[in-house]
């Protein structure tokens, strides 16, 4: 085939030069079609693709096809309800309030309201004004040793480091944040000028590099902690334990977007890969992180302080709250990110295996905090794939006090969903630290969209809650949403999802489901006891 192929493309060539001699407008292709040729040649004589050595040049439009794949599925042949991981309906949605135009739909629902997986809220006869309600809720986070307690908007963004993020992408968003009142969390890569110099508030993270606080050998930095935390825009603390798309992973930073401006603010080598380590290195047991949190808590003048984590072996989790309830030491926050959260980087089996998804951990956290009597203590932050205002209401029905968006905002800077966010070659300048595409990303344009897309998020959540007869967002639990569980069977979340009793977990009493994990949890390790093990060994026995 190669031969043919070859051939048929010098005799081509040999025609058009043929012609040129004689009709000059033949002259301008010779460069095409000798270029083609040598193309040929150099196919059939490479060895690290088959296919083009079997068809040269020929084979290369299996490439070409490939890389226009995404966007002809995309525009041409996905449905409003398809499209992964965010539908083409949700990312309109978007789109629409945050340029504030008409976001109404017509006709009706297209979802399938009989399919299994299918949710809703109950409505009220005795629903109320939308004028009637709180235009601007706010969640009050700060614990019995906070000093500085912070009122945070139900919805906020979510972590996103500089370096992910291109510069005029970060700006972008902490001037929406300053504008629309909500708080921007910086993600793991560190503080920034863009982050501090732009007036939105900050949500600090602290991730297992210590970016920004750390010594060179990658340890944490308490004098370097404390100059930045300390700081009139830093109104929380994060540490982040883990992510919802990577648990267990650390984040990773590619070379060709590790830049020295990067490299600068997270203390590393420029242009290299940097993986961050998969645990933390400033403390090593439940009863050490709570003193971590108590450092950070002191060192930042008495700021809010917490840790955001996903999901994994749950007696992990209960290892926590029982630190937490030995020392009396407590985080003002926890923030549950789900196995479907979104990420820059991260390998296909860690994004699509591993973790619980939000609904799963985020009841589970709840139940938790409320079994070990914790939970007036701590305010639950819910972090996975929230776009709409109705993510917003299954979330604090199954126990958040308030919300955090990452691809949300993303699509509101303009984010077209090309799934190339780890290849530096973002079209929208949102995920890229190429300065020729950043470039297109209008800092000015953007944050009001992303204010816009916040403001009528909220307000849309403030309508649906109205229509449930509901004055305040704090009155939501899992008694108001419902899941079809398939053709014949509805139930309500407080079915799928059974609360606690208050204490429930403190005494001998354990409830079945808890029994073991509770068991195997220990405040002084993070490694459970393997309790767990016997369900193996009993069922070998029999």
């Not at 009709?23 to 000798?34: C, H, R």
């Not at 009863?287 to 450092?295: K, T």
Request: with cysteine.
């Amino acid at each position: 085939m190669h031969h043919r192929i070859i051939y048929t493309l010098l005799a081509v060539f040999v025609v058009n030069l043929l012609l040129s001699l004689f009709v000059s407008g033949f002259v301008w292709l010779l460069p095409v079609t000798l270029l083609c040729l040598l193309t040929a040649v150099y196919d059939v004589n490479q060895n690290r693709h088959s296919i083009l050595k079997n068809f040269p040049l020929v084979g290369r439009g299996r490439w070409f096809i490939e890389g226009l794949r995404p966007f002809i599925q995309q525009y041409l042949l996905e449905s409003d309800i398809d499209g992964k991981p965010i539908s083409r309906m949700h990312r309109a949605i978007v789109y629409q309030r945050a340029k504030n135009v008409l976001d109404s739909s017509p006709y009706g629902t297209q979802l399938d309201t009989y399919q299994a997986g299918y949710e809703w809220i109950g409505h009220s006869l005795s629903a109320m004004e939308i004028d009637e309600m709180d235009e601007n809720p706010r969640v009050h986070i700060g614990g019995p040793f906070c000093r500085q307690p912070y009122q945070a908007s139900i919805l906020n963004i979510s972590a996103m480091s500089f370096g992910a993020l291109s510069a005029n992408a970060v700006k972008a968003l902490n001037q929406g944040a300053a504008k629309g009142g909500f708080y921007h969390n910086t993600g793991e890569g560190g503080l920034t000028p863009y982050h501090l110099d732009n007036g939105g508030d900050v949500v600090w993270q602290i991730g297992t590099g210590y970016f920004g606080c750390r010594h060179e050998d990658g340890t944490f930095d308490p004098q370097a902690f404390a100059d930045k935390a300390t700081h009139d825009n830093v109104k929380m603390i994060e540490i982040k334990l883990s992510q919802g798309a990577k648990p267990g992973h650390g984040g990773i930073l590619p070379a060709d977007k590790n830049t020295p401006e990067i490299a600068k603010v997270r203390g590393v080598k420029p242009g290299t890969q940097v993986d961050s380590p998969p645990r933390h290195t400033a403390f090593s047991t439940p009863l050490e992180m709570m003193d971590f949190i108590q450092q950070l808590r002191e060192m930042s003048g008495g700021k809010p302080v917490g840790f955001k984590l996903s999901i994994g072996r749950k007696s992990e989790f209960i290892a926590l709250c029982k630190a937490m309830a030995k020392s009396e030491i407590y985080p003002d926050f926890i923030t549950v990110d789900g196995g479907e959260g979104g990420t820059g980087a991260a390998p296909l089996e860690y994004a699509n295996s591993i973790g619980f998804p939000l609904r799963e951990a985020l009841a589970f956290v709840d139940d938790c905090l409320m079994g070990f009597d914790l939970r007036q203590h701590i305010k639950i932050i819910a972090s996975g794939k929230i776009i709409t205002a109705f993510d917003i209401v299954k979330n604090l029905s199954l126990g958040a006090d308030l919300c955090n968006s990452a691809r949300g905002m993303m699509l509101a800077l303009g984010c077209v969903q090309s799934l190339s966010c780890n290849t530096n070659r973002c079209p929208t300048g949102v995920a890229t630290q190429d300065p020729a595409l950043a470039r297109g990303l209008v800092v000015e344009d953007k944050s009001v969209r992303v204010c816009q897309f916040h403001n009528k998020t909220v307000n849309a959540f403030m309508d649906i809650l109205s229509s449930t007869g509901h004055g305040s967002h704090d009155r939501l639990n899992r008694t108001h949403v419902f899941r079809r569980i398939n053709h014949a069977e509805v139930r309500r979340y407080d079915e799928i999802f059974p609360l606690v009793k208050r204490g429930a977990l403190l005494g001998e009493a354990v409830p079945d489901p808890f029994k073991l994990h509770v068991q195997e949890a220990s405040a002084r390790s993070f490694m459970p006891q393997s309790h767990l093990a016997r369900i193996e060994e009993e069922t070998k026995a029999v």
